[in-house]
């Protein structure tokens, strides 16, 4: 078994609603219709050996429409092997089947696509918040979220709960103020002696060798 016959399998028994495939590096890519990922994934991991969900992750394709994706990386332990599933989402309607049933592992990953771009997986056993708090009205990979983030209400539950604020950008945690030491300059390389430290900190504006 390839990923190539898996492609032509499902090519026979669902004829156009699977794309041509797309190779990259040796992996291959397909897009398959929403309204038949489970049916899909059950297929291939019953007829095909993709026995692994190994990721499914959300995409924002900003500015494109449809605007999000989700994507499944299947692997088969006995063939050895990687397939990819594409499975575009529009922004009126965030949708789609949850894998749980195929593969156990999905749930975390359906989980975190949910808290981190909103797409909802119908029939999910337990759809919360995986790394945000319940309550928490944004979703921080979209691509429209801002780096510096955005205030929200801490829940009741948290130790001094107050407000999260927007992060500071320059000189903040996300971005270096201009004319900065760099790492190397503020942190000891581990191959520095400590005569190379000690000059270091006493010349920080030395030119640096890379």
């Known amino acids: 078994m390839t990923p190539q016959t898996a492609i032509d399998r499902l090519k026979a028994q669902y004829r156009d609603a699977i794309s041509a495939p797309v190779e990259f590096r040796g ?4 897009t398959v219709p929403r309204e038949k990922i489970a049916a ?12 692994m969900l190994t990721d499914l ?21 006995e063939h050895r092997c990687r397939l990819r ?20 592992t999905a ?8 808290d981190m771009f909103g797409i909802r997986f119908r029939n999910h056993p337990n759809l919360k918040r995986i790394l945000m708090w319940e309550g928490y009205p944004y979703h921080p990979l979209r691509k429209d979220f801002p ?22 950008m320059l000189g903040g945690p996300f971005v270096a103020a201009s004319g ?3 790492s ?10 400590i005569s190379e430290q000690q000059d270091n900190l006493a010349n920080p504006t030395k030119k640096e060798s890379v």
Request: hydrophobic share 35%.
């Open 27 to 30: 992996e291959f890519s397909i």
């Open 147 to 168: 780096l510096a983030g955005l205030p929200a209400e801490l829940p009741e539950t948290a130790v001094n709960a107050d407000t999260v604020r927007s992060a500071p």
């Open 107 to 114: 749930n975390w990953h359906e989980r975190e696509a949910f």
């Open 184 to 193: 190397i300059r503020r942190e000891p390389r581990q191959t520095d002696t």
């Open 40 to 51: 899909i994934c059950q297929y291939l991991k019953k007829e095909c050996d993709f026995d």
């Open 57 to 77: 992750s959300g995409v924002d394709n900003y500015g494109e429409d449809p605007r999000y994706e989700v994507d499944y990386l299947l692997y088969s332990l």
């Open 180 to 182: 900065t030491r760099s």
């Open 85 to 104: 599933l594409k499975v575009p989402v529009s922004e009126e309607d965030m949708i789609v089947d949850s894998v749980t049933g195929v593969w156990g």
